[in-house]
């Protein structure tokens, strides 16, 4: 039977101070629920009376409960001088309703002295008087001991007070936190396993301790308390950390979805939870909540408005991805060649990158991934992969725009259809004072129909992006469900100055997908023109059913 590993995520809370991320009460509660589905059992919600929004949004879930997660309510000890039953910070905590509080409180004494103002053994007294209240409450406490680690190393006798004082007062577990995130794995292991050497020997009654159900107790350990690790990414190393911590005994662990956070961010969850469950072997969710990993991490990026990290282990569109024709041959023949799991088991997709140092093997792969079979004798391989190569010696770049690939093999093939033709656009700017504005007048022909059309843009792209729409959308009105998404400008041979050649990527989407069509020319409006166009075209595709969404990222 596999060990059972409790993931606890905390992007509502610790994840919002992510320089750049926002959350809304709608945010919250939306990405609140996307956990929920992945079945992640802890999901920490925020501080209640920090804000109007945390308190707002404890009630919504009152009202409309999750399905399975635990809504954990989050706040720090009672002030130095009160008693936590009249501290008021505390009142919101109880409010919130929340079965579940996660309470942190300073284990590193130059905190306690520098930033609390206060002795150590009133801050002890906080912990225990904080814990012990919530307790009597009827609240079930874990314990974030911030600055674990700094703390240990500093003045490892305290620290350890800080821990017990928590284990005493009634917390269940106490979490091991490297808030600074300067710790390296080989000293987590250390201090890991010392900490949990020493509350091995703690003796802490049954009655101290309110089992959870189901059990997250230990058998035959003398001390009921168990080990959480709570680890952030300033050294580059917050997911070694925190696999390194659960090596050595720990049994709850707590990070973010794609590892947003303060200043470097906090473990990443995407990346924890499968190495957790298929190469660890550790029970954290099931089978078929873990295929939804992908989708969920690419959610939650459209709903806190960051573009997602194509790199990213696991889950990012590259990480399945083969792009050298060596490689391509070899994964045809047996995928395990160049990849280390199934990327389906995590809701990801293999990839064919097509580029200039491609084969045969990877036109063959490529189109196979549209549901087009062609044969390696198919005179119209060669063609591709020579329009391929001469296009990209222009500057072209279908490594990052797949949708402008699919066409070029769609009209290789004699597969792609026109849907209008563009005979010409003029952009115009205008600057009165600090404001600028374009207009852009576009001609082009639907069927045999001419149409001449303009429209007004905050830019002159803006400004062509809207022409073309206007123009279309009586013909094509899924058009008005079609925005651009991303718009990337890159000067090939920066020594022509303001003759240099530009290439432009825009990024589309339908709501449900996206896709990435590519332009070049000397002129930047023609580049972006020529993207803009064939990222309408390929919408259109998609919106008949022609195109298979794996080149698209899903949402």
């Known amino acids: 039977m596999k060990n059972r ?26 990405i609140a629920r996307q956990l929920d589905s992945l079945g992640i059992p802890f999901i920490e919600g925020g501080w209640p009376g920090a804000n109007p929004k945390d308190v707002q949004f404890f009630w919504q879930l009152k009202e409309q409960p999750l399905i399975q997660a635990e ?43 520098e930033s609390l103002k206060t002795t150590l053994e009133e801050n002890l007294a906080m912990i225990r008087d904080t814990i012990e209240y919530l307790r009597s409450q009827g609240r079930r406490v874990i314990y974030d001991a911030e600055h674990w680690f700094d703390g240990y190393k500093h003045n490892p006798e305290y620290a350890i007070k800080t821990l017990m004082a928590a284990a005493n007062a009634g917390a269940e577990w106490l979490v091991l936190c490297d808030t600074n995130g300067g710790t390296l794995p080989d000293e987590v292991s250390q201090v890991v396993r010392d900490v949990a050497g020493i509350i091995e020997t703690w003796d802490i009654s049954e009655s101290e301790i309110h089992p959870p159900q189901p059990p997250l107790i230990k058998e035959g350990r003398k001390s009921k308390i168990q080990l959480g690790i709570h680890t ?20 709850m662990v707590q990070g973010t979805i794609n590892g947003y956070g303060e200043r470097c961010g906090n473990a990443n969850l995407c990346s924890l939870i499968p190495n957790f469950q298929l190469k660890l072997g550790y029970d954290c969710i099931q089978d078929e909540q873990l295929a939804k990993l992908t989708q969920v991490s690419r959610s939650v990026s459209e709903i806190v408005n960051l573009a997602p990290d194509d790199h990213a282990p696991f889950v990012g569109l590259s990480a399945f991805a083969h792009k050298g024709g060596i490689h391509v041959s070899a ?58 190569k001469d296009l990209e010696s222009q500057g072209y770049q279908f490594e ?23 005979h010409g656009f003029q952009v115009h700017c205008d600057k009165v004072g600090e404001d600028c504005t374009a207009l852009a007048t576009v001609k082009l022909s639907v069927n045999g129909t001419n149409i001449l059309e303009c ?3 905050n830019g002159p792209v803006s400004a062509l992006d809207a022409a073309l729409r206007k123009a279309l959308v009586n013909f094509y009105p899924a058009i008005a469900h079609f925005y651009l998404t991303d718009y990337k ?32 020319s000397t002129n930047i409006l023609d580049a972006s023109c020529q993207a803009v166009v064939e990222g309408l075209e390929y919408g259109l595709v998609l919106e008949n059913q022609e195109a298979i969404p794996l080149v698209c990222r899903v949402h």
């Open 5 to 30: 590993l409790w993931i606890y995520d905390t992007t509502l809370r610790d994840g919002a101070q992510c320089e750049g991320l926002c959350l809304s009460l709608e945010d919250k509660v939306r």
């Open 400 to 422: 990052g725009a797949e949708a402008s690939f699919e066409l070029l093999m769609r009209e290789a093939l004699e597969k792609r259809q026109r849907w209008f033709e563009i």
């Open 71 to 113: 809504v954990v309510a989050f706040c720090s000890t009672r002030r130095p001088g009160k008693t936590a039953a009249n501290d008021e910070m505390l009142q919101p905590i109880l409010s919130a309703g929340t079965r579940w509080v996660t309470l942190f409180g300073k284990s590193w004494d130059l905190h306690v002295i």
């Open 232 to 251: 952030h990414n300033d050294s580059g190393v917050a997911v070694a950390n925190a696999l390194a911590g659960v090596r050595e005994g720990v049994t």
């Open 331 to 388: 994964v045809a023949k047996n995928p395990l060649t160049y990849e280390h799991l199934e990327p389906e088991k995590i809701g990801n997709i293999r990839r064919i990158v097509i580029s200039d140092q491609s084969g045969l093997s990877n036109v063959l792969a490529k189109a196979k991934t549209f549901g087009i079979e062609l044969d390696r004798k198919n005179p119209a391989c060669r063609q591709i992969l020579e329009k391929l």
């Open 455 to 457: 429209a007004e843009g």
């Open 489 to 520: 400008v890159r000067i090939l041979d920066s020594g022509a100055g303001t003759g240099a050649k530009t290439r432009v990527l825009v990024e589309s989407s339908n709501h449900q997908q996206r896709w990435t069509t590519v332009g070049v």
